[in-house]
């Protein structure tokens, strides 16, 4: 039973998040998509394996440090959606490629460069996919013609393969963001360079990933669990929040003030424009008004609800993927009933 465990804890509801798992899969499926979901959101061995299970072409993870983790555990098809950087980490994605099916993204000469050095006497060459800003306003190339040209440079490189496009806009115009890799495309291919993988990601965006009719695959990390910001996304309801941190009010002080056992450091500060940090779930009048390190700060004053020192409420937070990465280990359950916890095998892989 959830009494059993002591609070503040991390809860992730299996049912649940294998409920959201074939869902998108089976989304993803219908529409002649490649899923390779990103296991950033919950960085364990034992989902990217139900992932995989259920018809996902491969994962993505975000640094080496992820990725080694997902190779250990016996995955074989790993995205690296981050500039590589330096000799140290390219050792590490030497060592990495020797061992399981590669690729990774640059946007600019000097990372290819890097990379080109790093590969030139590798037995196989590495899959180099181009990183494109089509809107998101992070890392990427700015335009098609920008992608054209280090796509050559890419093809030229010793030890390396060019494998495609890759770009991350998880909201706004989606059609634009076709008319963009549809631009690039073409005009790989009227100078004979093949585009085999054009990638595209998000969570807020699943459910309407097919509408970038370039894409050849869709990478999505949030969906395993869902939080806070996919429902007001649209993209999710509570009944499909796998995720959740489990507290205990420690303190009445006034008539409409309550205090939870956890702060910032199991809910974290991020925001992303929403009111309070996180949904009580049982009582969504009540407002996550503020978050100390280790006090959760309850606003009653929009709600008749009452609770006591003592009673236990389950808050979804507004963003999961960094709340994964604050404690060592997640709570299994189904329901009420408990599996056990299960070490966050990546936690704190930032490099």
């Not at 394996?49 to 080694?68: H, L, P, S």
């Not at 991020?270 to 280790?294: I, K, M, T, Y």
């Not at 990465?325 to 990546?346: F, H, I, K």
Request: aromatic share 4%.
């Amino acid at each position: 039973m959830l009494t059993s465990i002591d609070t503040p804890a991390v809860i992730v509801d299996l049912d649940v998040a294998e409920r959201n798992i074939a869902r998108f899969q089976d989304h993803c499926t219908r529409h002649g998509l490649g899923l390779r979901p990103h296991i950033k959101t919950h960085k364990l061995p034992q989902l990217a394996a139900r992932q995989m299970t259920a018809g996902a072409v491969g994962i993505t993870c975000q640094k080496i440090g992820e990725a080694e983790v997902m190779a250990q555990a016996g995955m074989t098809d790993i995205f690296i959606t981050y500039n590589i950087v330096g000799e140290a980490k390219m050792a590490r994605l030497r060592r990495l490629a020797r061992g399981c099916r590669l690729s990774v993204v640059a946007d600019n000469d000097a990372v290819v460069i890097g990379l080109s050095s790093g590969f030139a006497d590798e037995p196989r060459p590495l899959e180099v996919l181009i990183e494109c800003d089509t809107g998101a306003g992070r890392c990427g190339v700015q335009t098609p013609g920008e992608a054209l040209a280090l796509a050559r440079t890419i093809a030229a490189g010793p030890g390396l393969r060019f494998g495609g496009l890759m770009t991350y806009r998880p909201s706004g115009d989606q059609a634009e963001v076709d008319r963009w890799l549809i631009e690039a495309r073409e005009a790989l291919r009227g100078e004979g360079l093949a585009c085999p993988r054009i990638s595209t990601g998000g969570s807020p965006n699943m459910w309407h990933c097919q509408t970038v009719t370039a894409a050849t695959e869709h990478r999505a990390g949030v969906y395993v669990y869902n939080d806070r910001m996919q429902l007001r996304a649209g993209a999710c309801t509570v009944e499909d929040c796998a995720l959740s941190v489990l507290a205990t009010v420690v303190s009445r002080p006034t008539a409409t003030r309550a205090v939870l056992d956890a702060g910032s450091k199991v809910l974290t500060s991020d925001q992303f424009g929403l009111d309070g940090f996180g949904l009580v779930a049982d009582h969504p009048e009540a407002r996550v008004a503020g978050l100390s390190e280790e006090h959760g700060v309850l606003d009653l004053s929009a709600t008749s609800w009452r609770p006591q020192v003592g009673d236990r409420v389950r808050v979804i937070p507004n963003h999961a993927c960094v709340v994964s990465n604050m404690v060592d280990s997640v709570w299994a359950v189904r329901g009420t009933d408990v599996e056990g916890a299960l070490p966050v095998a990546a936690r704190g892989c930032v490099a």
